[in-house]
């Protein structure tokens, strides 16, 4: 199978051009402005911070945001010393850059952690609020996606989403707001269930979803609530509990409330994603809940056909690992609940 991660784009002349050329080429354009004297430093650093940004908004190929991380360092060779705040601002951004690029290793995220590391006091000390919690919460991120490998600690990235919290609060920037919470929960999802606090955490994150839940809505901000009620199945469903029953009609609840904003047509990958889990669900979920014993039936043939659409949708779009996962669920389910002979 080829894989094609991006079109290649017409420069002006309508030639075709790579994303790596286009990279390049604007990499080029950005360090020969750089070079004006005709500008001041700080002037020409602003200028290729403005661009690096630029490049990361919608970038087409890793290519770009590698660019856009060389036009940061660019800035901050031409940024004065003593502009600490400058140097802050600009280096933050070039861990977003980082965290961006996509990899196998976590050299990146690394880096992206000692960006946010170095701009945080001085954010801190000389900048706004809110560059300061958005620092703290891209820096939590990183943290999350390090200790997933081994390589930090998850209560240090729960510790930097609760920093961002200060000043991201429902009110002002219930957006902000409701990531955070999102991030939180599944921060303290991570954590392994291995001792006598692992219920407490559950309890903590299901809490963590419900309150992103009263910040945003479906009509205003569908994608955070949508992602919301998705993680909030998730949590409910696998919950240790002594009322699994109803615990899984929350979260087929959360599932179908997370499948308003969900569209097969709009949104395959992120349908299939609920879908699949909906799917995990109503497998361990009595066809009568007032009757467990009656069996599921009803339940265990929904729970194929979604298992079925989700396999088709991922393998459509790019997501083998997704469609096998899948595959092997139904597969399992299939054999559960064949007859015995």
Known sequence: MIAERSAAVPDATGAVR????????????????????????????????????????????AEDLIAATQLYDTALALCPADDRLRRARITARKGTA???????????????REAYEEAIPILAELGGPEELAE???????????LAGLGRA???????????????????????EFAILQNNLATAFLAIPFTDERSRMREALAVQAFEEGLRAVNVIDHPTEYAMLQNNLGNALQ???????????????????????????????????N??????????????????????????????RAYYEEARDLFARHGEPEKARIVTEAAVALARESAPER
């Open 18 to 61: 790579s994303p790596n050329e286009r990279a390049e080429a604007l990499v080029r354009a950005a360090l020969a402005a750089a070079h004006d004297e005709s500008a001041s430093a700080v002037e020409r650093a602003d200028m290729l911070m403005e661009l690096a940004m630029g490049l990361q908004l919608r970038p087409r190929a």
């Open 98 to 112: 980082l965290q961006a690029i996509p990899e196998l290793g976590t050299a990146s995220v690394e880096h992206a």
């Open 135 to 145: 620092a703290e919460m891209n820096l939590g991120l990183a943290l999350q996606h």
């Open 153 to 175: 600690r998850m209560t240090d990235a729960i510790a930097a989403y609760q920093r961002a919290l200060r000043t991201f609060d429902r009110q002002r920037f219930p957006v």
């Open 238 to 272: 696998h919950a240790s509990s002594s009322h699994v029953i109803a615990n899984h009609l929350r979260a087929i609840e959360a599932y179908d409330e997370a499948l308003r904003v969900r569209a097969r047509d709009t949104a395959p990958v992120e349908y299939a």
């Open 274 to 303: 609920t879908i699949a889990n909906k799917a995990s669900c109503l497998s361990s979920l009595p066809d009568d809940p007032e009757r467990p014993e009656s069996g599921n039936p009803r339940n265990l043939a929904t729970a």
